[in-house]
């Protein structure tokens, strides 16, 4: 198999390399694209360097059999149309073409069999959409009318960026100063305000017809799409924490039907890759797990349940799930 990895100095395609070579896929051609800025630099992949090249036109007009884009939505609406108009299957880490009719958004434990005979972008969702999805895909079938949602993100689903800015907070703080003050001196940010010892209560870029964020839309709109369901009504609301890796979720779900909390929590784990706890699972613990988990069950009502989620963000969120879609696509497909 031939793999190309679009952004792969960065935290998402970092640990798609990783995967790759976890995944022990029969790779015989593994290359690396990220800007300008990293070409020439070198990634580990099994006992080898890899040079990561400049993302140009022509790379992109090779053919592969998988094309994993991880580079921000700017990079995946320039190159992805090349790469697709040249043939290839491009499972897509951003936002770019999510919504987008035709663009099958996946999560392969809930709607792989979207990737039956398909070719072209594969939409990969949102990391705090894909736990979400994930933790509750097993109550569908007692009827979903209601989410209210409310994330504890982690800095690491902002970027390597976001973490750098975190760890210099860290030192500053170490070191005596005041973060407050060396966070308004200092030039470019990430974050509008300090991160270390810090809660966030917005995500992305405000509408300002209805004041929810792009990182709460996601959670409406990719939800309804993945279930293939637009009866659902999903109440989010994003925050960023200070924590590394690892994003968390108190979710509310309203039922059709009053099931007991057994029978709810057995549902739950029917979905492959999701586990139920009894003990809290907290945001370090699921860090470097590709399982969604689920804790602090609680019944609220007859028809109402409370549950708190917890994934690895750039695992579970991003990259596991990305190649979850190749494996899907692969094993579908080829046994024609
Ligand atoms: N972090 C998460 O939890 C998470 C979860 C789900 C989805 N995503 C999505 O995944 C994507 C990557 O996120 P990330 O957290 O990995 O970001 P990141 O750490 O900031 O990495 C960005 C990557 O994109 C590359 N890049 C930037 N501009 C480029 C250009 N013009 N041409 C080619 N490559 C370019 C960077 O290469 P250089 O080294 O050359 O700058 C780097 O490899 C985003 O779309 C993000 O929304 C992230």
């Known amino acids: ?62 053919s592969y059999d998988y094309l994993l884009f991880s580079a921000g ?63 509750l895909n097993g109550v569908r079938d007692f009827g979903i009318r209601e989410i209210v949602v409310s994330t504890y993100q982690s800095i690491s689903g902002a970027g390597r960026k976001a973490l750098d800015e975190y760890y210099n907070q860290v030192e500053w703080f170490g070191k005596g100063y005041d973060v407050s003050e060396k966070f308004e001196q200092s030039q470019k940010k990430v974050f509008e305000k300090p991160i270390f010892s810090n809660v966030m209560p917005l995500i992305g870029e405000i509408d300002p017809e209805t004041g929810m964020s792009s990182e709460d839309l996601k959670l409406i709109n990719e939800t309804r799409k993945i279930y293939s369901d637009d009866s659902i009504t999903v109440y989010p609301f994003a925050a960023r924490v200070a924590s590394e890796y690892s994003h968390g979720e108190s979710v509310l779900v309203k039922l059709e039907k009053d099931v007991d909390v057994s029978t709810f929590i057995e549902a739950v784990q029917s979905t492959p890759n999701v586990k139920y706890s009894q003990d809290i699972v907290t945001p370090l613990e699921a860090a470097g797990s590709d399982i969604t988990y689920v804790s602090r069950v609680r019944k609220m009502g007859k028809d109402v349940f409370m549950i708190w989620v917890v994934a690895d963000n750039i695992r579970v969120g991003a990259a596991t799930n990305a190649l979850r879609i190749l494996a899907e696509h692969r094993r579908i497909n080829q046994r024609r």
């Open 73 to 135: 939505g700017g990079v995946s609406k320039r190159f992805s149309p090349i790469a697709a108009t040249a043939g290839n299957v491009i499972i897509d880490n951003s936002s770019a073409f999510r919504g987008e009719e035709g663009i099958p958004l996946v999560v392969p434990e809930i709607n792989g069999h979207l990737l039956e005979n398909y070719r072209g972008i594969i939409a990969n969702p949102n990391c705090s959409t894909i736990q979400m999805v994930l933790a």
């Open 1 to 62: 198999m031939k793999i190309g990895v679009v952004g792969a100095t960065g935290e998402v395609g970092r640990m798609m390399v990783q995967l790759i070579e976890e995944f022990d896929l029969p790779v015989e051609e593994l290359r690396l694209f990220a800007s300008k800025r990293s070409a020439g630099s070198h990634i580990k992949y099994k006992h080898t360097e890899l040079v990561v090249e400049e993302l140009t036109d022509e790379v992109m007009s090779e």
